[in-house]
């Protein structure tokens, strides 16, 4: 009883720390968003504010650029020198630069050295954010049992798609508790700072966590030819991420980049009524990552990641329709029609994307690929989006985008090898694996 009790806390706690740090990241990237237009005054020329908001959205684009070089840097460190380590490392360079935006003078204090501080702190946030989302989830697979794996990675990603729901429904209560004036004035610091203290939270819950034993013995007993063919195979995993990646970035970024401006200059809808249906959008979206992950785990990878793709595919253009009505009602089904569908498929495609790789080499392949794919399908599916309603005179033109890519995936699924019960150690396809994952016990099992 007591070995049971103590491998559930061992559950919770390698769970907790690995959420937590995805929470902290996350909270961080979707404040800086939420607060483009008060960091606009604050840090850009008040002489023209189209030209300020512009530049702000400039310096959020950095962090973007800078998630590739991130994931190279730390997806090798965390291979060679252990995930913990780097996730250490992470949390605190991600907490750092949140925090000191908080504190960042403006540019009425110092003028041009404002906006220079505030592009350096975006740099070093989408550097820590390259390494930690890799990190996380390359830990978190190899310390699952074998027929848990896509639940657990779907537990994760749970908290890290909630922030984006957490900090819309926070800054509108800052908003409307402060006043307009006193948030502009110096309340709007506040969630920055918090950021950083998540992040203290996160490094404390991660400080005494222990490496995977799956990661501990890939690094004992690979040798010096065992790692060179553990790349030269990675290869092709990076390929099989970039098949199937864009469904779940470019549904993600429509809905979390895009619905919120969409709802608000096309539809017209209330921007508390925008805020509030899109908040509850992506709170199901996240439910939905958990429901995918477990039923990945249960009939394989590729059946929830064909079902997803359909699903979005099939729901892209009726969900544009109803969100356009310029209803709170529509606005919320059109949504929820497109989260679902991405939570079903990223519980699928976020285990498979790590499994692809072998342990010797995880970390930095998934990172350089799918850091690579969120720059170039992430950063412009809003402007594509936005482009396609100005080129068609319809709002309803994004869907056509969103299915074309939901459609390639569905084709681009079927050449990708199923994961659910393939060997950690080995590259996806490398070796067929006829024997089913071993059978965890239940009252272990998280």
Same mark, same amino acid.
């Given at each position: 009883?007591?070995?049971?009790?103590?491998?559930?806390?061992?559950? !919770?706690?390698?769970?907790?720390?690995?959420?937590?740090?995805?929470?902290?990241?996350?909270?961080?990237?979707?404040?800086?968003?939420?607060? *483009?237009?008060?960091?606009?005054?604050?840090?850009?020329?008040?002489?023209?504010?189209?030209?300020?908001?512009?530049?702000?959205?400039?310096?959020?684009?950095?962090?973007?650029?800078?998630?590739?070089?991130?994931?190279?840097?730390?997806?090798?460190?965390?291979?060679?020198?252990? !995930?913990?380590?780097?996730?250490?490392?992470?949390?605190?360079?991600?907490?750092?630069?949140?925090?000191?935006?908080?504190?960042? /003078?403006?540019?009425?204090?110092?003028?041009? +050295? +404002?906006?220079?501080?505030?592009?350096?702190?975006?740099?070093?946030?989408?550097?820590?954010?390259?390494?930690?989302?890799?990190?996380?989830?390359?830990?978190?697979?190899?310390?699952?049992?074998?027929? !848990?794996? $896509?639940?657990?990675?779907?537990?994760?990603?749970?908290? $890290?798609?909630?922030? %984006?729901?957490?900090?819309?429904?926070?800054?509108?209560?800052? &908003?409307?508790?402060?006043?307009?004036?006193?948030?502009?004035?110096?309340?709007?610091?506040?969630?920055?700072?918090?950021?950083?203290?998540?992040?203290?939270?996160?490094?404390?819950?991660?400080?005494?966590?222990?490496?995977?034993?799956?990661?501990?013995?890939?690094? !004992?007993?690979?040798?010096? &030819?065992?790692?060179? @063919? @553990?790349?030269?195979?990675?290869?092709?995993?990076?390929?099989?991420?970039?098949?199937?990646?864009? *469904?779940?970035?470019?549904?993600?970024?429509?809905?979390?980049?895009?619905?919120?401006?969409?709802? *608000?200059?096309?539809?017209?809808?209330?921007? %508390?009524?925008?805020?509030?249906?899109?908040?509850?959008? *992506?709170?199901?979206?996240?439910?939905?990552?958990?429901?995918?992950?477990?039923?990945?785990?249960?009939?394989?990878?590729?059946?929830?990641?064909?079902?997803?793709?359909?699903?979005?595919?099939?729901?892209?253009?009726?969900?544009? &329709?109803?969100?356009?009505?310029?209803?709170?009602?529509?606005?919320?089904?059109?949504?929820?029609?497109?989260?679902?569908?991405?939570?079903?498929?990223?519980?699928?495609?976020?285990?498979?994307?790590?499994?692809?790789? #072998?342990?010797?080499?995880?970390?930095?392949?998934?990172?350089?690929?799918?850091?690579?794919?969120?720059?170039?399908?992430? $950063?412009?599916? #809003?402007?594509? +989006?936005?482009?396609?309603?100005?080129?068609?005179?319809?709002?309803?033109? /994004?869907?056509?985008?969103?299915?074309?890519?939901?459609?390639?995936?569905?084709?681009?699924?079927?050449?990708?090898?199923?994961?659910?019960?393939?060997?950690?150690?080995?590259?996806?396809?490398?070796?067929?694996? +006829?024997?089913?994952?071993? #059978?965890?016990?239940?009252?272990?099992?998280?």
């Amino acid at each position: 009883m007591a070995h049971t009790e103590n491998a559930l806390s061992g559950n !919770r706690k390698k769970i907790g720390a690995a959420s937590v740090g995805q929470f902290g990241e996350i909270f961080d990237f979707a404040v800086f968003g939420f607060s *483009v237009p008060i960091l606009a005054t604050h840090f850009f020329h008040s002489s023209s504010p189209q030209a300020a908001i512009l530049s702000t959205f400039t310096v959020y684009a950095v962090a973007f650029f800078a998630r590739p070089l991130g994931g190279l840097f730390f997806g090798y460190l965390a291979d060679r020198i252990g !995930r913990v380590r780097i996730l250490s490392i992470t949390i605190w360079l991600m907490a750092g630069a949140t925090a000191a935006i908080g504190f960042l /003078p403006t540019f009425a204090t110092i003028g041009i +050295a +404002a906006p220079i501080l505030l592009a350096f702190c975006r740099l070093l946030q989408g550097f820590a954010m390259g390494g930690e989302t890799s990190g996380a989830t390359s830990y978190i697979l190899e310390s699952a049992p074998d027929d !848990r794996r $896509g639940f657990w990675v779907g537990v994760v990603w749970f908290f $890290g798609h909630l922030p %984006n729901a957490f900090v819309a429904v926070m800054l509108a209560v800052l &908003q409307f508790a402060a006043g307009p004036e006193t948030y502009s004035d110096w309340v709007w610091r506040l969630p920055f700072i918090l950021g950083g203290l998540i992040g203290v939270v996160g490094f404390w819950m991660r400080r005494n966590l222990e490496e995977p034993a799956e990661y501990v013995e890939a690094k !004992r007993t690979s040798d010096a &030819q065992q790692l060179r @063919d @553990d790349r030269r195979a990675s290869l092709r995993s990076m390929l099989y991420l970039l098949l199937i990646q864009p *469904v779940q970035t470019v549904g993600s970024y429509l809905l979390l980049g895009f619905m919120y401006t969409f709802l *608000v200059r096309q539809a017209g809808l209330d921007a %508390n009524a925008a805020l509030a249906s899109n908040a509850i959008a *992506v709170f199901v979206l996240s439910l939905f990552l958990v429901v995918g992950g477990f039923m990945a785990d249960r009939i394989g990878r590729k059946p929830v990641l064909t079902a997803g793709a359909l699903w979005i595919a099939c729901a892209a253009y009726p969900a544009l &329709q109803f969100a356009s009505a310029g209803t709170f009602g529509g606005a919320l089904l059109g949504q929820l029609l497109i989260g679902i569908g991405i939570g079903l498929y990223g519980g699928a495609s976020f285990a498979a994307a790590v499994e692809f790789f #072998p342990t010797s080499f995880r970390a930095t392949g998934h990172a350089v690929s799918y850091q690579l794919t969120v720059a170039v399908f992430g $950063g412009t599916t #809003p402007l594509i +989006a936005a482009w396609l309603v100005g080129y068609f005179g319809t709002p309803i033109a /994004p869907g056509y985008y969103v299915i074309a890519i939901a459609i390639l995936g569905v084709v681009a699924i079927q050449f990708v090898p199923e994961t659910r019960n393939a060997r950690l150690r080995s590259a996806a396809g490398e070796v067929e694996h +006829a024997t089913e994952a071993k #059978p965890a016990t239940t009252s272990i099992n998280v």
